[in-house]
């Protein structure tokens, strides 16, 4: 996670830590959210995940409690959103990108170019205005959970064992793309082949030749080794690695600011603020 992406990320994870404490004060068993997301430790993702435990558990003193699923243990990024609308999981981080899965509209962020640059992606997702229009295209396009955050790990570049200096060197490659009506309308307009398949095979499949290229942020290039298959990086700059965090609607409806005014009497209009900020 770039560094300067993180207020507007951690706000909202914050200010739900914030809301979960209140709205269960003065519980005396433990409670237990589920925060899944692929990517493994050591990642953007991961950090996000520890700052947001850390003060939920010491909001709550030790009652409150994150349970993180990295590395896709609880399925890929698709598979995660429908447990998450589900209620089967609290929270989760997801790419803008696989969030078209569920809402087609938040492909967009996953047209190339459409940033000039990594400083250009961190200005955007600081914009309150692109986070409230982020925030009211999930929720008119779909149901069951809502975002509370944004989060970038830079812009994505495609690595392969071959340097890649123009349009022309992309044709004909095999690329494994993130299987998004986007990604396979991008990447033919340059002549490459899209081929999709869980994050956990690109390694492989870089390494014995199912796939020619990938394309992803530089961390995640570099936590996930796969520059011991794919020793070239070319920095392409060619779509913003944009991520999400979705809470479950079922976890959200039982934040509602009637029983928050109820619980917490004179002290109830800072903490409905605090949703509404998230809201």
Request: proline share 4%; net charge negative; charged share 20%.
């Given at each position: 996670?770039?560094?300067?992406?993180?207020?507007?990320?951690?706000?909202?994870?914050?200010?739900?830590?914030?809301?979960?404490?209140?709205?269960?004060?003065?519980?005396?068993?433990?409670?237990?959210?589920?925060?899944a997301?692929?990517?493994?430790?050591?990642?953007?993702?991961s950090?996000?995940?520890?700052?947001?435990?850390?003060?939920?558990?010491?909001?709550?003193k030790?009652t409150m409690?994150?349970?993180?699923?990295?590395g896709?243990?609880?399925?890929?990024?698709?598979?995660?959103?429908?447990?998450?609308?589900?209620?089967?999981?609290e929270?989760?981080?997801?790419?803008?990108?696989?969030?078209?899965?569920?809402s087609?509209?938040?492909?967009?962020?996953?047209l190339?170019?459409?940033?000039?640059?990594?400083?250009?992606?961190?200005?955007?997702?600081?914009?309150?205005?692109?986070?409230?229009?982020?925030?009211?295209?999930?929720?008119?396009?779909?149901?069951?959970?809502?975002?509370?955050?944004t989060?970038?790990?830079?812009?994505?570049?495609m690595?392969?064992k071959?340097?890649?200096?123009?349009?022309?060197?992309?044709?004909?490659?095999?690329?494994?793309?993130?299987?998004t009506?986007?990604?396979?309308?991008?990447?033919?307009?340059?002549?490459?082949q899209t081929?999709?398949?869980?994050?956990?095979?690109?390694y492989?499949?870089?390494?014995?030749?199912?796939?020619?290229?990938?394309?992803?942020?530089?961390?995640v290039?570099?936590?996930?080794?796969?520059?011991?298959?794919a020793?070239?990086l070319?920095?392409?700059?060619?779509?913003?690695?944009?991520?999400?965090?979705?809470?479950?609607d079922?976890?959200?409806?039982?934040?509602?600011?009637?029983?928050?005014?109820?619980?917490?009497?004179?002290?109830?209009?800072k903490?409905?603020?605090?949703?509404?900020?998230?809201?």
């Amino acid at each position: 996670m770039i560094a300067r992406s993180m207020p507007r990320f951690l706000h909202g994870l914050a200010a739900m830590a914030a809301v979960l404490f209140v709205t269960g004060a003065g519980a005396q068993e433990v409670k237990h959210y589920r925060f899944a997301y692929d990517q493994p430790r050591n990642t953007g993702y991961s950090i996000a995940g520890d700052l947001f435990a850390e003060k939920l558990k010491e909001l709550s003193k030790g009652t409150m409690i994150i349970d993180q699923y990295p590395g896709a243990q609880l399925g890929q990024e698709p598979q995660v959103l429908q447990l998450v609308k589900a209620g089967d999981v609290e929270f989760s981080i997801i790419s803008s990108a696989n969030t078209a899965t569920i809402s087609p509209q938040a492909g967009v962020m996953s047209l190339h170019y459409l940033f000039r640059d990594e400083n250009h992606v961190i200005k955007g997702l600081a914009d309150p205005r692109v986070f409230e229009a982020l925030r009211t295209m999930i929720d008119e396009t779909t149901q069951g959970l809502h975002v509370i955050a944004t989060g970038s790990q830079g812009v994505r570049h495609m690595y392969s064992k071959k340097e890649i200096h123009n349009v022309g060197d992309v044709k004909n490659l095999k690329v494994r793309v993130q299987a998004t009506a986007t990604e396979d309308t991008m990447f033919p307009a340059y002549g490459a082949q899209t081929v999709h398949m869980p994050f956990g095979s690109v390694y492989t499949s870089l390494q014995t030749g199912v796939v020619d290229a990938a394309e992803n942020s530089i961390n995640v290039y570099l936590v996930n080794k796969h520059y011991e298959v794919a020793p070239v990086l070319n920095i392409t700059e060619h779509e913003a690695n944009n991520a999400l965090v979705f809470v479950s609607d079922k976890l959200w409806q039982s934040l509602s600011a009637e029983q928050i005014a109820k619980e917490l009497g004179p002290h109830a209009e800072k903490i409905k603020d605090l949703i509404r900020s998230i809201n």
